[in-house]
């Protein structure tokens, strides 16, 4: 089998768009953790690496969110039923919390401490 010139650039093309994924993916997972904080004023990213307190103002009242030893939480809510302060603590990435009468969404990206495979499928 001869290989002709646009073998070639696709043989080319394919090792390019592979090396950029693979490199892309290893600079995302050593990223330190972060979590992302939207509301009806836009959206805020913080590091979970240092903590603080957030307070921010809903259709509802205020909301307060807590970053503290590289976990995010919702600590109050003027909400009535404050299921966002129920939801707990969030610190894996991808894992997230909303807090919906006051339209704040808060969910994480990056390396979180303990990567793990919640399911799988064979």
């Not at 093309?13 to 992302?36: C, D, H, K, P, W």
């Not at 919390?97 to 990056?110: D, E, Q, R, S, V």
């Amino acid at each position: 089998m001869k290989l002709r010139l646009f073998d070639i650039l696709a043989i080319v093309f394919s090792l390019a768009v592979f090396l950029a994924f693979t490199l892309y993916g290893n600079r995302m997972s050593q990223e330190e953790g972060y979590v992302i904080i939207e509301d009806e004023a836009g959206q805020s990213i913080y590091p979970l690496e240092e903590d603080r307190v957030i307070d921010l103002e809903g259709p509802v009242g205020e909301t307060v969110i807590v970053i503290e030893d590289g976990h995010a939480r919702f600590e109050s809510s003027d909400c009535d039923d404050n299921l966002c302060v129920q939801m707990g603590e969030i610190h894996r990435a991808g894992e997230w919390a909303a807090c919906l009468p006051n339209k704040i969404f808060m969910y994480t990206g990056g390396k979180g401490d303990d990567q793990e495979v919640d399911a799988g499928v064979y």
